[in-house]
């Protein structure tokens, strides 16, 4: 199994407009093809090849060939820097929005 990318590179991967669409694609199929994602895509083949190379190397795809053609699925685990990072923050907002509640009710007396 891959070691999980850094956020940054996961970051960077999804901050590409083209290469999320394409991502949502992979996610909403259980295995699709490089020819099956370039059909609907408005790129040309060698455009999606370069958006699933930065997707593995991010960790958010796997790969099949198989014969010539290449299936690409996703990869939970690929979330992982970007689920940690998000954790650490949701503490931050947890504490803030407990205090929120708090002063709302203290308002509302």
Request: hydrophobic share 40%; glycine share 8%.
């Amino acid at each position: 199994m891959p070691e999980p990318a850094s956020i940054d590179v996961v970051l960077r991967a999804l901050a590409d407009p083209t290469r999320r669409e394409l991502f949502e694609r992979i996610v909403g199929t259980e295995e699709i093809s490089v020819v099956q994602l370039t059909a609907g895509s408005g790129v040309s083949q060698g455009a999606v090849s370069q958006h699933l190379k930065r997707l593995k190397a991010a960790g958010l795809v796997l790969e099949r060939p198989d014969g010539r053609k290449t299936f690409y699925r996703a990869r939970p685990d690929g979330f992982e820097p970007l689920f940690d990072w998000m954790t650490h923050y949701g503490v931050f907002w947890r504490q803030r929005l407990g205090a929120l509640r708090s002063l709302l009710q203290e308002i509302d007396q």
